[in-house]
């Protein structure tokens, strides 16, 4: 695991950005979370003798945030985005201020960007850092309707996030609301998904990213594992049985794809509603987009530079 690796090919914004990754692990520990099964970060988490709910630091504090320093100094690494398999907010780092002294050493440097997506909720210092430098800063809530069921394993703060992100637009960011990732037949009913989007609106947020849950092989068996079977196998029937490689270079992102007719409806539905609101709103072209859903949707697709 690096600590800056550029944007790999077959990503919408091959080339153009640095993921960083400040811990190995995530305490926010979602059934679904493909970074777990990603080979790099299991040999990480082993080589730390951790287990991937546990986040480790990649290395001792000081050495990190000179490391994050030395790195971004020459200004070659503009665009960061934070983070591709843990959580820049993940609690432990949160609650002692680490996630706050990584961010504040990015907004110090000469990097242009920094677009964080989280399941955390930005504190107080995080806010005022961003209210200082508003223009380096996109912020982006992972947010969606409570279902039957949640495949998230932290405390549901859905409310928190979005009061977080509306006082991050608040201090200047640009600020999206990811939807991410939709479960089909649970999170996208009209019934919950309507009163969902007035609360958005209600907090002055106007931008939504969506895309759909994927599974493997692995992450079927975790979701088998902690949910009734009932939910389980309802859930996983709305799955094709192939699993397809997404990113070119990386056999370990082979994962199935929803059924396409049922992707098609939800997409449509949640497009539906969004417009009708005004909202500005895409579908993430990697994950949901592949597979020719676009046909009689009228939803956007995200170009990359949506919430860049
Ligand atoms: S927040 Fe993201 S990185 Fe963390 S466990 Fe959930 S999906 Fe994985």
């Not at 003798?49 to 000081?62: G, I, N, Q, T, Y």
């Not at 002692?96 to 964080?116: M, Y």
């Not at 009913?189 to 990213?209: H, I, Q, S, W």
């Not at 049985?241 to 396409?260: C, G, S, V, W």
Request: aromatic share 10%.
């Amino acid at each position: 695991m690096e600590l800056f690796t550029p944007g790999c090919l077959g990503t919408c914004w091959y080339g153009k950005y640095h993921y960083m990754e400040p811990f190995i692990g995530c305490a926010h520990n979602c059934l679904y979370c493909y970074a777990r099964f990603r080979r790099n970060v299991s040999a990480a988490v082993r080589e730390k003798e951790s287990d991937f709910s546990k986040p480790v630091l990649a290395m001792e504090k000081a050495a990190l945030l000179e490391e994050i320093r030395k790195q971004t100094a020459d200004g070659k690494i503009e665009i960061v985005k934070l983070c591709r398999f843990t959580d820049i907010f993940t609690p432990p780092f949160d609650a002692d201020g680490t996630s706050f002294e990584i961010l504040r050493a990015l907004a110090q440097s000469p990097v242009k960007r920094i677009i964080i997506t989280t399941k955390g909720v930005a504190s107080p210092k995080v806010l005022k850092l961003i209210a200082r430098y508003p223009g380096k800063f996109s912020y982006n809530a992972v947010a969606k309707p409570i279902g039957e069921f949640r495949l998230e394993q932290g405390p549901e703060n859905t409310r928190a996030r979005l009061e977080a992100a509306a006082q991050a637009k608040k201090a200047g960011a640009l600020v999206t609301v990811h939807m991410d990732p939709v479960l089909v037949g649970v999170e996208d009913t009209p019934e919950l998904l309507g009163p969902f989007f007035d609360g958005l609106k209600k907090l002055g947020l106007n931008r939504v990213m969506f895309s759909y849950l994927l599974v493997n092989a692995e992450i079927a068996a975790l979701i088998k594992q902690n949910l009734p079977a009932k939910q389980a196998n309802a859930l996983l029937a709305r799955y094709q049985q192939q699993e397809i490689q997404i990113l070119p270079a990386q056999d370990d992102t082979a994962y199935a794809n929803l059924l396409p007719e049922l992707k098609t409806e939800s997409v449509k539905r949640i497009s539906a509603l969004l417009a009708e609101r005004g909202f500005e709103y895409v579908l993430c072209s990697l994950k949901s987009g592949k597979d020719g859903v676009k046909a009689g949707t009228g939803c956007p697709m995200c170009d990359g530079k949506f919430y860049a």
